[in-house]
């Protein structure tokens, strides 16, 4: 099994900058998709962006591109998602979900079928 840690959640204005972060652990025997979703109270999941701990290959829901970047620390088996000019319409609770993949081309940004989910960690946005 793998568990996935999460952190850097928290309160921000509108404008602002947060940083997550999420560390896998576990018997980790290949590359890994590793993806960051979000839910607000009432609404759908919503899949946010990817990344392939293979090559560093990204993908991002269109309503992230130019203001979400995530990034990797194989070493740590870590990804980040650094979230730039925010939006109180990004307030929502924050997933990260780790899947084993052989290539780049299985992580995308619409993939839902991940087979290991963190907590969550609440970003806030205000106005």
């Known amino acids: 099994q793998v568990q996935l840690v999460e952190s850097g959640g928290g309160s921000v204005q509108a404008g602002g900058s947060l940083r997550l972060s999420c560390a896998a652990f576990?018997?980790?025997?290949?590359?890994?998709?590793m993806g960051w979703f979000r839910q607000a109270p009432g609404k759908e999941r919503e899949g946010v962006a990817v990344?392939?701990?293979?090559?560093?290959?990204?993908d991002y829901a269109d309503s992230m591109k130019g203001r979400f970047t995530m990034s990797r620390v194989n070493a740590k088996n870590t990804v980040y998602l650094q979230m730039n000019s925010l939006k109180p319409e990004d307030t929502a609770m924050y997933y990260c979900?780790?899947?084993?993949?052989?290539?780049?081309?299985?992580?995308?940004?619409?993939?839902?079928?991940?087979?290991?989910w963190g907590q969550g960690t609440q970003v806030t946005v205000s106005s």
């Open positions: 979900a780790a899947n084993f993949e052989f290539r780049a081309g299985s992580c995308v940004s619409t993939k839902t079928d991940f087979r290991y």
């Open positions: 576990g018997y980790i025997t290949t590359n890994l998709c």
């Open positions: 990344i392939y701990t293979g090559d560093g290959s990204t």
